[in-house]
C-alpha cells in the first residue's frame, strides 16, 4: 500500500517517450506544441485602418477626398497634404497618409471633407508590426494550444503543426453482474456504468477512449483480452476485479502478461485497491469497480498521466481552497476526496459519500480532499479538484 503522495510521485517520475505527429491546425486544439512557432512575417503585416472613416495626409480640419481603399485592396494611391480617402476598417493605409479619422467625427460633402477636431499623427492606424515582428519567438514548445492559440497561429498562415500525440486507450470493465443500459435487467444484475463515465470524462478532458469491452469475471478470458489490447493500445484501463474477493482476477491477468507493477492499493477513500503497471511502453491502471472509487481515481491519477503521455507539463485538475460551509468530521481512517459542490465561494460536502454513489458526484463540481480523523470548522479552508 502507498500513499497517495507516493502513487502521485511514481506517476510522475515514469520514464516515457512521448511521440509527435503532424495535425491540422482545425484538429489540434488542447494538443501540445511538439516545435516553437516563431512569426513568419510581421503582424500585421502592413499598416492598416481601426476604423472605418477617412484616411488623410497632414494635420488640418478640411481634406478633398480623391478616393476610396477597401479592406483587401492594394491601392497604389499616394496622399498629399489635404488629400484623403474614404477606407474601411482593416484596409491598407495609402503612402501618405498620417491619421484614420472615424466617419461619425466628419462631415462629408460631395469631395470635400470637414473634421470635428484637428487629427493626431498615427491615429487608427495600426502599425506594421505593432503585435508580433518576423522571426519573433510567438509559442514555445510545449505550448498547450488553445482557442485563442489556434487563432494566432492560424493568423500566421501556418496549417500543420508538430505536437506530441496524444495515448491510445483502450477500456475493460469486468463483472459477471454487469448488463449494459437498455437491457432487461434480472435479479442480481446490475447496469454497467463505469465505461460510460469514464470514457465521457475522458472525453471531456480531450482523450478518445478507441475500444470498449465487456467481459466476464473469467480468468482466461480478462487474461486474453489484456494480451490483446496491450498489443494495440498505448494505456490500458480495467475496472472492476481488483480487489481481494475469489472473482477478483485482473491483478493476476496482468502479472501473467508480463506487467509489472508499480504500485497497488493507495491509503485513500475511495478507491483504495487502485493498481497501476506498465510492461515496457505500454500502461494499466486497474481500477476499483465502485463507480465513484473508478472515477475518482481516473480523475486523480489517470487524467494527469494521460496528459503527461500527451506532453503537458501543468497535469492533473485545477485545484483550488475554499471555505467550508459547514462543520464536518472525517471519520475514515484513510485520507478522503469527498464528493462536493462549490457554490459561492464555500464548499459543501454533500450527502451520499459511498464508493457505489455516484448521484452525489454527478450533482456536484468537486472533489473535496480531507484528512483522515479530521474535523473541520466552519469557514475552514478545504482543497477542491474541481471536476466540472
Ligand atoms: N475483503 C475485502 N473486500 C473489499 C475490499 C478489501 O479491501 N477487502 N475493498 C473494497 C473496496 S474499498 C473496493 S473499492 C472494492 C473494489 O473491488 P473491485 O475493484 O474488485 O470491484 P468489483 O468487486 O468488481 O466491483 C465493486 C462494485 O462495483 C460494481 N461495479 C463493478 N464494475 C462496475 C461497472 N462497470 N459499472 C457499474 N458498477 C460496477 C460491482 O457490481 C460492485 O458492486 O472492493 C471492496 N471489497
Ligand atoms: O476504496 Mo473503495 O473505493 O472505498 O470502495
Redesign the pocket.
Known amino acids: 500500500m502507498v500513499s497517495i503522495e507516493e502513487a502521485l510521485k511514481i506517476l510522475n517520475d515514469q520514464e516515457i517517450e512521448l511521440r509527435t505527429e503532424t495535425r491540422d491546425l482545425e484538429n489540434s486544439l488542447g494538443y501540445v506544441l511538439a516545435e516553437e512557432i516563431s512569426a513568419p512575417f510581421d503582424m500585421p503585416s502592413f499598416d492598416n485602418s481601426a476604423m472605418d472613416g477617412y484616411a488623410l495626409c497632414g494635420i488640418s480640419m478640411d481634406y478633398q477626398i480623391i478616393g476610396e481603399v477597401a479592406a483587401g485592396d492594394n491601392s497604389k494611391i499616394v496622399l498629399k497634404e489635404g488629400q484623403a480617402v474614404r477606407i474601411f476598417t482593416g484596409a491598407k493605409i495609402p503612402e501618405g497618409a498620417t491619421a484614420v479619422i472615424m466617419q461619425e467625427k466628419t462631415k462629408a460633402e460631395r469631395d470635400q471633407l470637414r473634421l470635428d477636431q484637428e487629427p493626431k499623427p498615427g491615429q487608427s492606424i495600426r502599425k506594421q508590426g505593432g503585435e508580433l515582428h518576423k522571426g519573433q519567438l510567438v509559442f514555445e514548445k510545449n505550448y498547450r494550444i488553445t482557442p485563442a492559440g489556434i487563432g494566432m497561429i492560424g493568423a500566421l498562415g501556418i496549417q500543420n503543426l508538430k505536437v506530441y500525440s496524444k495515448p491510445k486507450i483502450n477500456l475493460i470493465?469486468?463483472?459477471n453482474?454487469?448488463i449494459s443500459p437498455g437491457q432487461d435487467k434480472k435479479e442480481g444484475q446490475?447496469?454497467?456504468?463505469?465505461?460510460y463515465a469514464l470514457t465521457a470524462a475522458a472525453k471531456k478532458y480531450g482523450f478518445e477512449v478507441s475500444d470498449r469491452l465487456q467481459i466476464e469475471d473469467d480468468f482466461e478470458a480478462i487474461k486474453t483480452e489484456i494480451m490483446k489490447s496491450l498489443e494495440e493500445t498505448d494505456v490500458l484501463i480495467l475496472?472492476?476485479?481488483?480487489?481481494?474477493?475469489d472473482y477478483?482476477f485482473v491483478k493476476q491477468a496482468l502479472e501473467e502478461n508480463g506487467v509489472v507493477q508499480q504500485f497497488y492499493k493507495v491509503f485513500q477513500k475511495?478507491?483504495?485497491?487502485l493498481y497501476f503497471g506498465r510492461k515496457d511502453e505500454k500502461y494499466v491502471f486497474a481500477l476499483?469497480?465502485?463507480?465513484a472509487?473508478s472515477l475518482s481515481c481516473f480523475y486523480i491519477y489517470v487524467l494527469p498521466f494521460l496528459q503527461k503521455l500527451s506532453g503537458i507539463k501543468n497535469s492533473g485538475l485545477e485545484t483550488y481552497s475554499f471555505p467550508i460551509s459547514h462543520s464536518f468530521e472525517n471519520r475514515a481512517d484513510r485520507p478522503s476526496f469527498l464528493k462536493a459542490k462549490i457554490e459561492n465561494g464555500k464548499v459543501e460536502i454533500l450527502d451520499g459519500q459511498g464508493?457505489?454513489m455516484i448521484q452525489s458526484m454527478a450533482l456536484g463540481n468537486a472533489l473535496a480532499f480531507i484528512d483522515a480523523e479530521t474535523k473541520l470548522n466552519e469557514g475552514d479552508q478545504i482543497k477542491c479538484y474541481l471536476i466540472s
Not at 190 to 195: A, G, L, M, Q, V
Not at 239 to 245: C, K
Not at 270 to 273: F, I, L, N, S, T
Not at 288 to 291: D, F, L, S, V, Y
Open positions: 470493465t469486468t463483472g453482474e454487469l446490475i447496469y454497467e456504468s463505469n465505461s475496472s472492476g476485479g481488483i480487489s481481494v474477493g477478483d475511495p478507491g483504495k485497491p476499483p469497480g465502485n463507480p472509487s464508493s457505489s
